[in-house]
């Protein structure tokens, strides 16, 4: 176990000393004001404040963990050896900067609450955080920081002791538009005919016909193919769909369609289910709880994951809906069209409400990137382009997550490069 003396313990001082400390690198730690009792602990220990106490192992603090609430402020990244850093510290500190501070900035996405430009949509950009102007986006850099941390800790405590941890790969398969014919309803396939006909689309006339008729598999369907390269996986999965409105009317499908039912049913059997909440829901409480009984209704189980719909985040509303709902964990924290760690980490936190400054239980899952953000990589490059963030990831036994389409697994050339991806993944 660790000790840590500060003067003032705050929530903000456990949450992120608890993340880095037993999160990250497996060794617990305790808090103590009391400098009696750090004087006399005889296991590894280390003062967090503006001065230090005696030869102790000392890290100098900022201000930003004994602060309440939020506002802009400047920072400062600068060069740490191999990675980049801010806050940077005095020479009497045992790390150059307060890795504390900023790694308690970044997870807690204190930059999303201050004024910001949001795109169409209303997301956050990826060209408005620090990571991204910094060019750190791509890096890990809070779990990059807490291995820096480990070396001090064993370099200081050679009989320290830490648990063992290893990468994990999660994937995400989402699963927004399930069929591209089937489960539409009346209006919406009248609809699509009508279009194609217009367009002067004849196979695609043909494809919905076919598909309608039975005589044809709906091309969007591919769970199959997705449930079987991932049987013999030691990975985990997590399949979303949506069962509110899309935005595009066309997309929308009818969720009481008892084929539609039966397909999440039969995933599953086999793999973990996540719902993915429409728009709609993420504006009122009453929806976002129907959405969730529905699930639970077609699966019979308590639904523990979900996603929002365009991967959009308001901060901090769409997460305390999500606590109020008792939801264990959020897969929303990732930029869909931009390649990088959107809370510059790789390991599951906890959110962290700076409004109400407390900790809470919604966990929330960092994912890399999405298919989507490979549309700008060459084709050639893509494999490359994943290959490199899983080793960034797998440096710091962190956990790697993608999110894919069902439509990325069509028998089509366009869709070959994704497949080989998801299952050199998945191997």
Not at 397 to 405: A, E, K, P
């Amino acid at each position: 176990m660790l000790l840590i003396y500060a003067l003032k313990t705050t929530q903000r001082i456990t949450y992120i000393f608890k993340h880095i400390c037993f999160r990250i690198l497996g060794i617990d730690v305790k808090f103590t004001s009391t400098i009696e009792e750090f004087i006399a602990y005889s296991g590894p220990k280390l003062s967090y404040g503006k001065k230090e106490l005696g030869n102790e192992l000392f890290i100098q603090s900022s201000d930003l963990l004994t602060q309440v609430g939020f506002e802009s402020i400047d920072i400062t990244v600068k060069d740490w050896e191999d990675t980049k850093c801010f806050f940077a510290l005095g020479k009497n500190s045992s790390l150059p900067f307060d890795i504390f501070s900023a790694s308690f900035y970044l997870l807690s996405r204190y930059e999303e609450y201050l004024p910001h430009v949001k795109d169409e949509k209303g997301r956050y950009l990826a060209s408005e955080s620090i990571a991204f102007k910094s060019g750190f986006l791509e890096n890990p850099v809070v779990d990059i920081w807490a291995y820096k941390f480990k070396s001090l800790l064993i370099q200081t405590f050679p009989d320290i002791k830490f648990s063992t941890k290893k990468p994990i790969i999660h994937t995400i398969v989402n699963a927004n538009q399930p069929s591209l014919y089937k489960n539409k309803g009346l209006l919406r396939t009248v609809i699509g005919f009508f279009n194609d006909l217009f367009k002067f689309k004849l196979k695609s006339i043909f494809d919905r016909s076919a598909v309608l008729f039975g005589f044809k598999k709906d091309p969007f369907n591919t769970f199959n193919w997705i449930i079987n390269s991932v049987i013999n996986s030691k990975s985990k999965l997590t399949v979303f769909f949506l069962l509110g409105a899309s935005k595009n009317f066309e997309e929308s499908l009818n969720s009481q369609k008892e084929s539609f039912k039966l397909l999440i049913k039969n995933v599953s059997d086999y793999q973990e289910i996540g719902l993915i909440f429409s728009d709609e829901a993420l504006k009122d409480l009453v929806i976002l709880n129907e959405e969730k009984e529905k699930l639970e209704a077609i699966t019979n189980r308590t639904l523990g994951s979900s996603m929002n719909n365009d991967y959009l985040v308001s901060l901090p509303h769409n997460y305390r809906n999500l606590i109020e709902l008792e939801i264990a964990t959020d897969y929303t924290m990732v930029y869909e069209d931009v390649i990088g760690f959107r809370a510059s980490t790789c390991s599951p936190f906890l959110f962290y409400d700076l409004d109400y400054e407390i900790v809470t239980p919604l966990k929330i899952h960092p994912i890399a990137l999405t298919a989507k953000g490979l549309n700008k990589v060459s084709t050639s490059k893509k494999i490359d382009a994943v290959q490199k963030i899983m080793e960034s990831v797998k440096k710091v036994n962190g956990t790697f997550s993608m999110v894919f389409y069902n439509y990325n697994f069509m028998n089509s050339r366009r869709s070959a490069i994704l497949k080989t991806l998801f299952y050199e993944i998945n191997k």
